[in-house]
Antibody, heavy 118, light 108 residues
Framework: QVQLQESGPGLVRPSGTLSLNCDVS??????WTWVRQPPGRGLEWIGE???????NYSPSLKSRTSISLDKAKNLLSLRLTSVTAADTAVYYC??????????????WGQGTLVTVSS | DIQMTQSPSSLSASVGDRVTITCRAS??????LNWYQQKPGKAPKLLIY???SLQSGVPPRFSGSGSGTDFTLTISSLQPEDFATYYC??????????FGPGTKVDVK
């Protein structure tokens, strides 16, 4: 069973860069995603990494987002630049399972709250 | 982007009730529709994938149906542990993957 654990600063200053890591254990790194959830609101897909280096990003966040992978450390990372209060959210990393006629988000980390504030 | 809507946005129900939640996509998504359950302070949990396939370990009182643009999650007999928020998610057209706004099921 894959296990994921997010880590990173809980507070980021406005206009700064949000950087989070996701420690993955118990499985190979195949296809991975980041999803966020502002307090009291719904889920928003940020982007994904697959095939060892290919990536997709939400168009609304693409210009500010980077997802990377350190295979040696089994570490998935998220970087979001020029943050504002609107980026305050719980950030989840998760494993994606995909095939010919399915694509779903399977195992999730516990999530980490990042607050953007001065 | 494909927009997802859910109805109702919230509902009140009692243990033992049959509960139905509807999800609609702004364009056809074939069967690429998943359902997640989320409890307060917890990560979402996959219930149903590819419209009607039950994730391993999920009780059979949960079922999904639909195709094209209209989909349904049904809980045949609501249990105390089922009070939660439910999200649909399309994965037919990416990027981006999109989620519905959620349906909160609470105690009547």
């Amino acid at each position: 069973q894959v296990q994921l654990q997010e880590s990173g600063p809980g507070l980021v200053r406005p206009s700064g860069t949000l950087s989070l890591n996701c420690d993955v254990s118990g499985g190979p790194l195949n296809r991975w995603t980041w999803v966020r959830q502002p307090p009291g609101r719904g889920l928003e897909w940020i982007g994904e990494l697959y095939n060892g280096g290919s990536s997709n990003y939400s168009p609304s966040l693409k210009s500010r987002t980077s997802i990377s992978l350190d295979k040696a450390k089994n570490l998935l990372s998220l970087r979001l630049t020029s943050v504002t209060a609107a980026d305050t959210a719980v950030y989840y990393c998760a494993e994606v399972r995909d095939g010919y006629n399915y694509y779903y988000i399977d195992s999730w980390g516990q999530g980490t709250l990042v607050t953007v504030s001065s | 982007d494909i927009q997802m809507t859910q109805s109702p946005s919230s509902l009140s129900a009692s243990v033992g009730d049959r509960v139905t939640i509807t999800c609609r996509a702004s364009q056809t998504i074939s069967n690429f529709l998943n359902w997640y359950q989320q409890k307060p302070g917890k990560a979402p949990k996959l219930l149903i994938y590819a419209t009607s396939s039950l994730q391993s370990g999920v009780p059979p009182r949960f079922s999904g149906s639909g195709s094209g643009t209209d989909f349904t999650l049904t809980i045949s007999s609501l249990q105390p542990e089922d009070f939660a928020t439910y999200y649909c998610q399309q994965s037919y057209s990416s990027p981006p993957i999109t989620f519905g706004p959620g349906t909160k099921v609470d105690v009547k």
